[in-house]
């Protein structure tokens, strides 16, 4: 397998597999916003729009609505999916500029060549990324961007991304930009730099509502 891209899946899987402990919760400080990151706001349309450019991918790719229906029920939580990405991203890239670690357009455009080879195809390495990781065919080059800036960081500290010290550097991170998440996405564990549920009897997904709407 292409060492890039084993990379970028031992990346990927390392942030499902992260164990939350709930050190730093959300609150309503922010209207409209979905997260405060450092200065940035992810605001509530934006994490809507990214959920529904995932939504109209798979639409998409699966037209038959039995089958839609399917794909929607396994990705009930892909609102704070999505969140902890947006997030996520925001804290990796941080923790990047800290390493003086960069990533150029030449250098996510060779990977993306090489996974295309390995896929068979543009349009296959697509597909891949929208069923495996919830990443829609305009956002992939972005994502690739994530995984080189993740490969890199992890080689600038002699280490890879599964490693803890890999993970500590994204806690420095975290804790600089001190995340700050809406409550009705959970909260963000500092340590593990990563999205935790917490116990809100009103949370409501937003992608479980629209589908309601235009069902």
């Not at 609505?65 to 925001?90: C, P, S």
């Not at 993306?112 to 956002?139: F, I, N, S």
């Not at 991170?173 to 917490?198: C, F």
Request: proline residues 4%.
């Amino acid at each position: 397998m292409h060492r890039r891209r084993r990379t970028a899946l031992l990346f990927t899987t390392a942030l499902a597999a992260a164990a939350p402990l709930l050190t730093a919760c959300g609150n309503d400080a922010h209207p409209g916003a979905a997260a405060v990151v450092g200065d940035q706001r992810i605001t509530v349309a934006q994490l809507e729009t990214r959920v529904d450019e995932v939504r109209e991918a798979q639409r998409a790719a699966v037209p038959d609505d039995a089958q839609y229906e399917q794909v929607v029920a396994r990705t009930g939580t892909l609102t704070r999916d999505t969140l902890h990405g947006m997030v996520l991203d925001r804290v990796l890239h941080r923790a990047a500029q800290d390493a003086d670690v960069t990533v150029t357009r030449r250098e996510v455009q060779e990977m993306r060549g090489g996974l295309e080879e390995q896929a068979g195809g543009a349009e296959e390495l697509e597909t891949v990324w929208l069923q495996q990781y919830g990443v829609p065919p305009e956002r992939l080059d972005d994502n690739l961007r994530v995984q080189l800036e993740a490969q890199k960081l992890a080689e600038s500290l002699g280490t890879d991304t599964g490693r803890p010290e890999f993970w500590q550097a994204l806690s420095k991170a975290s804790e600089k930009l001190d995340v700050d998440l809406n409550p009705r996405y959970g909260a963000w564990d500092v340590q593990k730099s990563s999205r935790v549920d917490t116990k809100v009897p009103w949370l409501r997904e937003i992608t479980a509502a629209r589908t309601q709407q235009t069902a």
